[in-house]
């Protein structure tokens, strides 16, 4: 499984973009990087997966370089709702278990 | 229902208890979690149950003892705690292992407090 880096955490104001990168040098050709976002006291939910250059979907978007080694979750016009911990995972679609990294937990401010 | 429900929301017990922690899902997922969750800290795993069998034990100290009494439910007995492993217990299903990080469910989870 990839080592991913993630900033600890991030502030923003309602209606902004929000864009949480992750770093992940050593992700290898077979896996993918998939984002998943937890608020207090629940479990995390699955946000969104992709392979290469760019997906969107009604909640967020995600943009991969073409050398994969990083990506980044781009939130549109966030609310006060959005304030949540994103983890960010990178592993093969084989992978019998996640494993989760530090994550960035992001405060949208009013 | 594509929910995973846990119950209790919340429990106490004292180091010389016994308690278990329930897990249901009937969404047909053939995989299940356990995962612990300290505060401020990421979800870490406990155990993979892949068709009802123990796949993945990531060497769990033996108080936390794990169950899978059919398919749809998956149980995690407690025995002897210490107040260290207060914690949030997240149950998460899948539909099968190896079929993608996109896959999973979380329960809410179990608000563990060990006095």
């Known amino acids: 499984l990839a080592k991913t880096t993630q900033p600890i955490s991030m502030d923003s104001y309602e209606g902004q973009e929000v864009n949480i990168t992750c770093s992940h040098n050593n992700i290898a050709t077979n896996d993918y990087i998939t984002w998943y976002q937890q608020f207090p006291s629940q479990g995390p939910r699955f946000i969104i997966q992709?392979?290469?250059t760019k997906v969107t979907n009604e909640v967020a978007s995600l943009f991969i370089p073409a050398d994969r080694k990083s990506s980044t979750l781009s939130l549109p016009r966030v609310s006060l709702s959005d304030t949540a911990v994103y983890y960010c995972l990178v592993g093969e679609r084989r992978d019998d278990k996640i494993i989760f990294g530090k994550g960035t937990r992001l405060h949208i401010l009013p | 229902d594509t929910e995973v429900t846990q119950t209790p929301k919340h429990l106490v017990m004292g180091m010389t208890n016994k308690k278990s922690l329930k897990c249901e899902q009937h969404m047909g997922h053939r995989a299940m979690y356990w995962y612990k969750q300290k505060a401020k800290k990421p979800p870490e795993l406990m155990f993979v149950y892949s068709y009802e069998k123990l796949s993945i034990n990531e060497s769990v100290p033996s108080r936390f003892s794990p169950e899978c009494p059919n398919s749809s439910l998956l149980n995690l007995h407690l025995h002897a705690l210490q107040p260290e492993d207060s914690a949030l217990y997240l149950c998460a299903s899948s539909q099968a292992p190896g079929q993608g990080a996109d896959g999973y469910t979380f329960g809410s989870g179990t608000r563990l407090t060990v006095v």
């Open positions: 992709g392979y290469k």
